[in-house]
């Protein structure tokens, strides 16, 4: 498959498959940038702001998914199948 030929809406990238959730890290420290470069009154504890925000968007994502996966292990299995 040629690079120049890719069209990213129908044929995703075959490298990225495997490991497309570590996208979400830089994803989540440059929105963290975007969102302190607006809100923030001083820059004096920019990076400190956005270190901070970065970390609990990580932690909000990875709680979501603990929440999701005990749900799906623990709870689903207890439902009644064929309502």
């Known amino acids: 498959m040629s ?3 890719w069209t990213p809406f129908f044929e995703p990238l075959p490298f ?6 570590w996208l979400l890290v830089p994803l989540i420290v440059g ?4 969102y302190k470069a607006i809100r ?4 004096d504890g ?4 956005v270190a901070v925000m970065s970390v609990q968007v990580l932690l909000a994502f990875a ?3 603990l929440g999701f996966f ?3 292990q623990l ?3 207890l439902l009644p199948a064929g309502m």
Do not use: C, D, H, K
């Open 3 to 5: 690079l120049f030929a």
């Open 16 to 21: 990225v498959q495997g490991s497309w959730l």
């Open 31 to 34: 929105i963290s940038m975007m």
């Open 40 to 43: 923030v009154e001083t820059t």
């Open 46 to 49: 920019y990076f400190r702001a």
């Open 63 to 65: 709680g979501l998914a």
């Open 70 to 72: 005990l749900l799906v």
């Open 75 to 77: 709870v689903v299995p």
